[in-house]
């Protein structure tokens, strides 16, 4: 079974701070990535990485960055929160056998006032 | 272009009551894999079935079952019997060639009554 953490699960904050949202998994999986959801809606990949020091953007285009210097950490950040980020943020690694299932964390709900 | 379409937003249904999502993909590549996911009201995404465009036998598992038909570019997925806890929002997913990154469907919410 997947070993994926994210954390907070729920951040509601003001806008012009700066947010980290964490991101870590024990299983050892090389490849992580980033997705952004509205609710009840499609999943749009923002970020990912293949391996540590890799990180490439996604589909959709994000202000938010993230960083890969550990295999197992794969942390978010935005500079500077605005009420368009408000979303849910979703967390997934997955091993590097052929396309593999990406294993999901429980996700940041994410809401800036 | 939307790689993964899944046309029905939400399906409601009577316990017991037996429900096929559909799935219809488009892709270039003559090797790809499909996923489905279910995303239960609390949030996290559940992986339910990988298959790849190599092997289109139907899948069955539990009160779960899959269609693949490449002839028309459909990967359905049918709950027999369904119950109060299949409830979620279901999503179908595309890797294309030996990339990693999924393509994701809109999903479809399904409702089960008691």
């Known amino acids: 079974e997947a070993d994926i953490y994210q954390t907070p699960r729920y951040l509601v904050i003001g806008t012009g701070k700066k947010i980290t949202l964490e991101c870590s998994q024990t299983?050892?999986?090389?490849?992580m990535y980033w997705y952004q959801q509205d609710p009840g809606m499609e999943l749009h990949l923002i970020h990912y990485s293949y391996g540590v020091n890799s990180t490439e953007k996604g589909d959709l285009s994000s202000e938010s960055t993230v960083s890969r210097i550990r295999t197992e950490h794969f942390p978010l950040t935005l500079e500077s929160a605005r009420p368009s980020h408000t979303s849910q943020y979703l967390c997934?690694?997955?091993?590097?056998?052929?396309?593999?299932?990406?294993?999901f964390g429980d996700g940041t709900r994410l809401s800036i006032l | 272009a939307q790689k993964v379409t899944q046309a029905q937003t939400e399906i409601s249904v009577v316990e017991k009551e037996d429900v096929t999502l559909d799935c219809v993909y488009e892709?270039?590549?003559?090797?790809?894999?499909l996923f489905w996911y279910k995303q239960p009201p609390s949030g996290e995404l559940v992986f339910l079935i990988r298959?790849?465009?190599?092997?289109?036998q139907n899948e069955i598992s539990g009160r779960y079952s899959w269609n693949f038909q490449k002839s028309t570019s459909s990967f359905n997925f049918t709950i027999t019997a369904s119950q109060v806890v299949d409830s979620a929002v279901y999503f179908c997913a595309l890797s294309e060639g030996y990339d990693y990154k999924l393509s994701f469907g809109a999903g479809t919410t399904v409702t089960v009554r008691a």
């Open positions: 298959r790849n465009s190599f092997d289109e």
């Open positions: 997934a690694s997955s091993d590097s056998s052929a396309p593999g299932p990406q294993h």
């Open positions: 892709t270039r590549d003559t090797t790809y894999y």
């Open positions: 299983m050892g999986h090389d490849k």
